[in-house]
């Protein structure tokens, strides 16, 4: 069974385009976690959710929107995509906010042409 | 500025052998500094995480050392197989009002070859 599962695994858009990117998780946990792996294989956190509330908002623009439905999902929306949106995006789940373990996806690779 | 450098950048080892690779960091407050595995096309896999108070942590062929006072940490690979061919990331968390802030080091990419 998967842990924490992302759809999709690859995206390919063009300039301008919205698009969302889904995680799950399975694992009864209540912090979800997305961050970015730019091509020098950094990873950076962006938004972090306990419950479905927003309790870290990196500096991120606007065009980047997470939502929460319920704490097993964290979808992440993109408004107007640009190059530099190119990336890998990894979501990840933790038991709470003060758990050291988390656990993260397969990752979305998104290249905007 | 909260860091973590890793190094070396990149390393190749015949199998069978012995490596280490090393973690700095300048994260404060500290809270635990964990080790990654990353295999191409996936997403990092939890080796070890040590506290404050914990100087090594073994997981199998991995052991990994923290030396609080100077900030640094190792991760030594014992008797490499092919399959530690990956990507070894350092991460080091601080305390902050959200709870767990990670710091990710860029990773140190490790080949093992026949």
């Known amino acids: 069974d998967t842990a924490v599962s992302q759809t999709p695994k690859y995206l390919v858009t063009q300039m301008g385009n919205d698009k969302s990117i889904k995680c799950e998780q399975n694992?009864?946990?209540?912090?979800m976690y997305w961050y970015k792996q730019d091509s020098k294989k950094f990873l950076k956190i962006m938004f972090s959710y306990n419950n479905k509330e927003l309790i870290i908002n990196e500096t991120v623009p606007n065009r980047f929107s997470p939502k929460s439905p319920d704490k097993a999902h964290l979808n992440l929306h993109i408004n107007s995509l640009e190059l530099g949106d190119s990336a890998v995006y990894f979501c990840?789940?933790?038991?709470?906010?003060?758990?050291?373990?988390?656990?993260f996806g397969p990752g979305t690779r998104l290249t905007v042409t | 500025k909260n860091q973590v450098e890793q190094s070396p950048q990149s390393l190749i080892i015949l199998e069978g052998k012995n490596c280490t690779l090393q973690?700095?960091?300048?994260?404060?407050?500290?809270?635990?500094l964990r080790w990654y595995k990353q295999d191409t096309g996936r997403g990092p896999v939890s080796l070890t995480i040590?506290?404050?108070?914990?100087n090594t942590k073994s997981n199998g062929r991995y052991t990994a050392t923290l030396d609080a006072d100077t900030k640094q940490s190792s991760l030594h690979i014992t008797a490499s197989q092919l399959s530690d061919s990956a990507s070894y990331i350092c991460v080091v968390s601080g305390w902050g009002a959200a709870g767990n802030k990670l710091t990710f080091g860029g990773g140190t990419r490790v080949l093992v070859k026949p």
């Open positions: 973690c700095n960091y300048t994260v404060s407050p500290f809270s635990n």
């Open positions: 040590m506290t404050f108070s914990e």
């Open positions: 694992l009864g946990h209540d912090t």
């Open positions: 990840a789940s933790s038991q709470d906010r003060q758990s050291y373990e988390q656990y």
